[in-house]
């Protein structure tokens, strides 16, 4: 397996040293930036799988200065991002991890350099994992996706092109019919009906084919969305402190996910199988009613 | 109240002077229902709020409640207030699903801020529609 490349930016050499020959023998390549413009430049070439920021990239010793923050908000919003502070404030939590304009968070982390090499670590290891996970879901939906539009707008647009030829032999009938039966009155107004009758059946037939194509890829995209939703609450289950909070979260989420899903066809079912029921028992009934 | 915003605020009886200020300060864009932890979750999936301002200081488990929040109700926005905020606190919250993390000011200015900059973001009108479904 190909190993993942981070950017690793920070102000500070030691620590920058330290910490990039660390990640290193954990399996990453390492990106080093030691100023905002490095590391603008290396987000922007989009070379790596993400980023750890440190929160002050210009002076340490200045409270006010975001400019890894400002990086994050600034470059690549497609890739996840880690910032890094030795002085964490819940106001720059606020600012990293909380939605942004575009509805998207600057970063998908905050960590203190205080909780030590092994927490960023881990850090880092949860949002490949989970960016990985993220990306083969989509992926894989989005292919399925994209091919049931395909397949529904080529059945649409095959049904749109029979109904046209069905109205066409439909008028074709009427003329042919008109034509052959000028002598009789009758018989070109029954041929005329009945043309008419049969060529509208089919033509709604098809048309109908087409509605349920379109219903079919309507479902796919509601069903995209819904997965992602369900990946992402899952996501923030596995954040909770407790074990048992993480279980209890998960199978909530899941039982929510699936009463939305399911949940009209299994009333469906329950439905028809009432239905039988009363069927099986009204059998029953005239059956005993006979003897 | 219709053509009024509605919040909704998880808090307890006990935060009476919070609530009182929260709700004058946000009586210009809305109305405030306050209820506790098990009623809201209730409320957010039968009645639908989009907008819900959850008290830490008296919820037990912040993240499960906010899980358990967006399982019923993925597009809410919710802001998680505290009497004594942070940084860890703020980051558990943002990563169990919160929208906002903000401290329980005398003045609730901060959360007027915040919702104020969300009905925005949403684009809604507050004079003519409701904030919930």
Not at chain 1, 182 to 193: D, F, K, Q
Not at chain 2, 95 to 123: H, M, N
């Amino acid at each position: 397996m190909a190993k993942a490349i981070l950017l690793l930016a920070d102000n500070d050499k030691e620590y920058l040293g330290t910490m990039c020959e660390f990640l290193e023998r954990k399996g990453f390549k390492v990106l080093p930036a030691a100023s905002p413009k490095e590391a603008k430049a290396i987000l922007d070439s989009g070379s790596v799988d993400m980023a750890v920021l440190d929160l002050r990239l210009l002076n340490d010793s200045d409270k006010l200065d975001l400019s890894g923050l400002d990086v994050a908000k600034q470059s690549a919003v497609h890739i996840p991002k880690i910032i890094l502070t030795r002085w964490p404030k819940y106001e720059d939590v606020r600012e990293a991890l909380g939605t942004q304009l575009n509805g998207v968070p600057p970063a998908v982390n905050f960590i203190a350099k205080q909780e030590g090499s092994e927490a960023l670590l881990t850090a880092i290891t949860r949002t490949l994992n989970l960016d990985t996970k993220y990306r083969e879901v989509s992926d894989h939906l989005v292919a399925k996706v994209s091919q049931d539009h395909v397949d529904a707008r080529r059945q649409a647009t095959m049904s749109y092109f029979l109904s046209s030829g069905v109205a066409l032999i439909g008028i074709a009938i009427i003329f042919l019919g008109s034509y052959k039966t000028t002598s009789n009155l009758l018989e070109v107004a029954v041929t005329n009906t009945l043309a008419v009758i049969i060529t509208g059946a089919v033509v709604r037939l098809f048309f109908k084919r087409a509605d349920v194509a379109n219903d079919r890829v309507d479902q796919r995209y509601r069903a995209l969305i819904q997965s992602q939703w369900m990946d992402k609450l899952m996501a923030a289950c596995e954040e909770l402190s407790l074990e048992d909070n993480k279980e209890k979260c998960k199978q909530r989420v899941i039982e929510t996910a699936a009463n939305l899903w399911f949940g009209p066809e299994r009333e469906y079912r329950q439905k028809r199988e009432r239905k039988w029921e009363k069927a099986n028992n009204s059998d029953e009934e005239m059956r005993a009613d006979s003897r | 109240m219709s053509g009024r915003i509605e919040f909704l605020v998880i808090s307890s009886s006990r935060e009476h002077h919070w609530y009182e200020t929260l709700r004058k300060t946000l009586a210009p864009v809305g109305t405030l229902r306050i209820e506790t932890e098990e009623e809201a979750v209730k409320l957010v999936m039968s009645v639908g709020y989009d907008l819900v301002i959850v008290d830490a200081t008296v919820v037990d488990n912040v993240p499960l409640l906010l899980a358990r929040i967006r399982a019923q109700r993925p597009s809410a926005y919710v802001v998680v207030a505290t009497a004594n905020p942070s940084w860890d606190k703020a980051r558990q919250a943002f990563q169990a699903g919160a929208s906002d993390y903000v401290s329980k000011s005398f003045d609730a200015t901060e959360i007027l801020a915040v919702v104020s900059a969300e009905i925005k973001r949403r684009g809604l009108d507050v004079s003519h529609k409701p904030f919930r479904r």
